[in-house]
């Protein structure tokens, strides 16, 4: 019993000491004492007039009874004051057995102290639970932001995310001393900012969908639905994040990427008539005209509003996949080419961004951009460049002078794969946790001169996929984000880059109760799953619990030891803590997809690069339609040999999107390669279906005319075997 006894206080005393130094991002330097700070219902919160938002926002987590502003704010319990021989973001925190001093330079260095702080009580904090007393382990902790801008950027034009959910966003931000939120307020999808100058850029510009003349290229397709937010709305969100150290930098993106408010206000288009035969008949144009005068004082309007709502210095303008073939065919354009004496189409970008630079001066705001918009050559040096496309890029953007922000999507596109069979991007790889950990300018070869303008890190969220996953709730915001912006934290502010085993033991004994606390539906590695001799098991390396489902009952257990099992192909794991989860997997036989041979024929003509032949070899592989869908347009697979199988999944359109694809329709089986029977109706171009004998060809039938795409995607089945 006392030998037990003896090896649990032992263990916990390993367990604490861990807890105390588990901070993420980690401090630059840390000294651990020996002793406790008790906090108690009687322990007096003391705090400098100057950082009161900060002592605001710390009784939210930790329930002060006694607080007091004071100008020599030193007889506390708990202590907020300002110590100008720190750096402005950087902080002191002291714990002692006086008290818990927190000293910052200035208010984001108190404000980054008192998150470490947070982390170093009980996790029941984030959740607002958290009761006296407290304790906390004494410890001297002296630490700053290795940058100076440390970025997330939302798209909230894809997928709609109210205003309560983006302070909730900033919430978990701000746990990570992340202080800059980009925000990605209009794109093709959508116009999220009231304008009192042209209210119908949100009133209908925030909808897309039903009747709405935004056409939606990213499902939720019949429904109109979205939203905006008000300019009080905004300004609440300013100064929400304003008092969690957080400057919100808007985003404008023109003059591409503006097929939204163009479908309000086609007179911003470019003066020429669009060819809409292959796109139903919508014009789908996205691009500013850059020779319009009446286009500058549209964006003169946005800015004057814009430049009211937001503090930061800058406003982001935009700049990126700008469809400089709109601007080669329109006459105004080329006749504004021939009179600026521009080079050639970037340069017309140029003048675009010149313009809106010098309305943005006129409001006392800086212009900030994606790469490309550096390809023309003579952009004002002064504009900050984020460089989304890849690390060259954003090494050629610092080459050349230019204030950068490292985004390369190969690390920081957080719409990316975690891993394959997950849902998400690809087209910049797959960024897993580790892969992000391993960022490291010097790996990536950037040399002093490029590091000098290298002003910061920021990773991105576009989304796209976002709506077809439940985007009225967190969760696939939250698994795309944790721990992906735990580990970016760590980059962008620590001095030391740690290794992988050593940051992974920080997140899985701590950092994963902080996020459980805070309510953070986010993503743990997959189990491994074996299966040998009969017997399947499964195990994880994070501590999380592992639960599996038998599909064929839709039974979920609590997994507990290995399974004696004969059908492992109906079997998946997966692991959970708190609102975590790991991706669904299983044994080799889970997974296992069936090829068999297959002829593929279609109603709809093929583009030559793109054949069906293509899909006939399954895989990752599509073919393209010449010609987007009418309604009675069909995709026919016919197997070479009668089909058994116990589910197909059968889509068409973009592989990972919904998007290029029957917007309705039908899957119809044969089970004699003459006559069809209607199965399963299209949700987002594609159904499951279950055929309950063998089955020699499967169709998919347009009920009506695609999306207004150019094309539809045709991509191969799912076949799992029975
Ligand atoms: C971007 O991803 N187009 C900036
Ligand atoms: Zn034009």
Redesign the pocket.
């Known amino acids: 019993m006392r030998v037990k006894l003896q090896i649990s206080l032992l263990l916990l005393c390993v367990v604490q000491s861990i807890s105390a130094a588990n901070i993420i991002p980690q401090p630059t330097q840390y000294e651990k004492g020996d002793q406790k700070f008790v906090l108690t219902d009687k322990s007096m919160l003391l705090y400098d007039a100057k950082v009161r938002d900060v002592a605001m926002y710390l009784i939210d987590y930790i329930p002060f009874k006694h607080i007091l502003c004071s100008d020599k704010p030193m007889q506390g319990d708990v202590v907020l004051d300002i110590n100008r021989l720190l750096d402005k973001e950087g902080y002191r925190l002291t714990i002692d057995k006086h008290s818990i001093k927190v000293e910052g330079g200035g208010y984001g260095g108190v404000f980054n102290g008192v998150q470490t702080l947070l982390q170093l009580l009980p996790s029941e904090v984030y959740a607002h639970t958290a009761k006296f007393p407290m304790t906390v382990e004494h410890c001297r902790i002296t630490d700053k932001p290795k940058f100076a801008y440390r970025g997330m950027m939302l798209d909230v034009t894809r997928t709609w995310i109210e205003a309560p959910r983006v302070k909730r966003y900033i919430d978990l931000l701000a746990y990570h001393k992340i202080n800059k939120l980009h925000f990605h307020l209009s794109d093709d999808e959508g116009w999220r900012v009231e304008l009192k100058s042209h209210p119908e850029f949100a009133t209908i510009g925030g909808f897309r969908g039903g009747d709405s003349p935004v056409h939606p290229r990213y499902a939720k397709f019949d429904e109109r639905w979205g939203g905006y937010y008000t300019q009080n709305e905004l300004r609440d969100i300013v100064r929400y994040a304003a008092q969690r150290n957080i400057e919100v930098i808007p985003e404008i993106?023109m003059p591409g990427?503006s097929r939204g408010i163009c479908a309000i206000k086609p007179e911003i288009l470019c003066n020429f008539t669009p060819d809409t035969a292959r796109t139903n008949g919508l014009d789908i144009r996205n691009v500013w005209c850059a020779s319009k005068e009446s286009n500058y004082r549209i964006i003169e309007d946005i800015v004057a509003e814009l430049s009211k709502i937001f503090t930061s210095e800058y406003i982001h303008i935009?700049g990126?996949?700008v469809n400089m073939s709109q601007w080669r065919k329109c006459p105004d354009c080329q006749r504004l080419k021939r009179r600026h004496g521009l080079a050639n189409d970037a340069q017309i970008e140029d003048y675009f961004i010149a313009r809106t630079t010098e309305i943005l001066k006129k409001y006392g705001k800086k212009p900030a951009v994606?790469?490309e918009a550096i390809d023309g050559g003579t952009l004002d040096k002064t504009t900050r460049v984020?460089g989304?496309?890849g690390i060259k890029h954003c090494k050629e953007s610092a080459e050349r002078g230019y204030p950068t922000i490292v985004?390369a999507?190969e690390y920081f596109?957080f719409d990316m794969k975690h891993s394959m069979g997950e849902e998400g991007h690809t087209w910049a790889g797959i960024v897993s946790p580790k892969k992000v950990h391993s960022f490291n300018f010097e790996k990536c070869g950037f040399t002093p001169a490029q590091l000098e303008n290298i002003i910061g890190i920021e990773a991105?969220f576009?989304s796209e996929i976002y709506i077809a996953n439940h985007p009225e709730k967190d969760d696939y915001l939250d698994y795309m984000h944790y721990p992906r912006v735990s580990i970016l934290s760590e980059l962008m502010w620590s001095k030391e880059q740690s290794g992988w085993d050593e940051f992974a033991s920080r997140l899985y004994a701590s950092h994963y109760h902080r996020m459980r606390s805070m309510g953070v539906a986010f993503r743990l590695p997959r189990p491994v799953v074996k299966y040998a001799n009969g017997e399947l098991s499964a195990s994880t390396i994070d501590g999380s619990e592992l639960y599996y489902t038998d599909e064929r009952t839709g039974r979920t257990s609590k997994y507990k030891r290995s399974l004696r099992c004969d059908a492992p192909q109906y079997i998946c794991f997966e692991s959970r803590f708190g609102k975590a989860r790991s991706p669904k997997t299983g044994s080799a036989a889970y997974h296992k997809l069936l090829e068999p041979t297959v002829t593929i024929t279609s109603s709809l003509p093929c583009q030559e690069r793109s054949p069906l032949t293509n899909v006939e070899k399954y895989g990752n592989r599509i073919a393209r339609t010449a010609r987007p869908a009418k309604r009675g347009d069909w995709i026919e697979y016919r197997f070479a040999e009668p089909l058994m199988c116990r589910e197909i999944l059968a889509r068409t359109g973009h592989i990972h999107l919904r998007r290029c694809h029957f917007m309705k329709g039908r899957v119809e089986l044969s089970y004699d390669g003459v006559a069809f029977e209607r199965v399963a109706d299209l949700v987002d171009g594609g159904a499951v279906v279950k055929p309950q004998k063998s089955i020699v060809a499967l169709r998919i039938v347009a009920d009506s005319r695609s999306d207004a795409e150019p094309d539809v995607v045709i991509q191969p089945l799912q076949i799992r075997p029975l």
């Open positions: 993106d990427h935009g990126d996949e994606w790469n984020h989304w496309k985004m999507g596109y991105t576009f």
